[in-house]
């Protein structure tokens, strides 16, 4: 049983179209972070949120964090195909806790 | 160069064989990780370890063996290995506790057959 629940699990939008990921948890976490992850690589941090209700931008990427600090949610602003990947949020304690992931396909 | 490092990158090996994955950090960081990484299962914590002596299991651990003797090598050891144990290993390391950024080797690939 994973902690934390994403969805959808896949993914395939065109060019420009816009996206929202879900991160979803019954448990309580101090900060979540999300990563993204291409293949044959290791995945990299995107953001960090820390605060209940706290919203991040990074460019065309919006993060945010549930009051109750229990999910997130990431939403992809016009799409491009250098968005594809495997998107995966965090739970962190002293362990990080990984979800089930979400693989984006954005066609040209 | 500064980084963290898996080895080897790719490994088959048979049922009931022992196998040990190596991680190595350049940053002395505390807290080291490892992962399975499985389709549908995003990635699943095996073991972690917070210093040198000090590890501890995850969600998934059963089957694996850690040590950590020194702060930079954090191996994993698959005792006997299984066919469930086919998957993609990741290690990652944390400096700061909290909300630190977790950073990751580039995976081994291992098949069990």
């Known amino acids: 049983t994973q902690l934390l629940e994403q969805s959808p699990q896949f993914l395939s939008i065109q060019e420009g179209e816009n996206l929202t990921v879900y991160c979803n948890s019954s448990?309580?976490?101090?900060?979540l972070q999300w990563y993204r992850q291409e293949p044959g690589e290791g995945p990299v941090l995107l953001v960090t949120?820390?605060?209940?209700?706290e919203v991040k931008k990074l460019k065309r990427l919006t993060f945010q964090f549930g009051d109750a600090r229990k999910d997130s949610s990431l939403h992809i602003t016009a799409a491009q195909p250098g968005d594809t990947g495997l998107y995966l949020c965090?739970?962190?304690?002293?362990?990080?806790?990984f979800g089930t992931g979400t693989s984006l396909t954005v066609i040209p | 160069d500064a980084g963290i490092t898996q080895s080897p990158r790719y490994k088959i090996t048979e049922t009931g064989r022992q196998v040990t994955l190596m991680c190595h950090q350049t940053?002395?960081?505390?807290?080291m990780f490892w992962y399975r990484q499985d389709l549908g299962h995003g990635l699943r914590l095996i073991y972690y370890?917070?210093?040198?002596?000090?590890?501890d299991k995850g969600e998934v651990p059963d089957g694996y063996v850690v040590s950590r003797s020194k702060t930079e090598n954090f191996p994993l050891t698959l005792e006997s290995a299984t066919r469930s144990q086919t998957s993609v290993y990741f290690c990652?390391?944390?400096?700061?506790?909290?909300?630190?950024?977790?950073?990751f080797g580039e995976g081994s690939r291992l098949t069990v057959l």
């Open positions: 949120v820390v605060t209940g209700g």
């Open positions: 965090a739970g962190s304690g002293n362990q990080f806790y």
């Open positions: 448990s309580v976490f101090s900060s």
């Open positions: 990652a390391s944390r400096g700061v506790v909290g909300t630190g950024e977790l950073f």
């Open positions: 370890s917070a210093a040198a002596d000090i590890t």
């Open positions: 940053w002395s960081h505390s807290y």
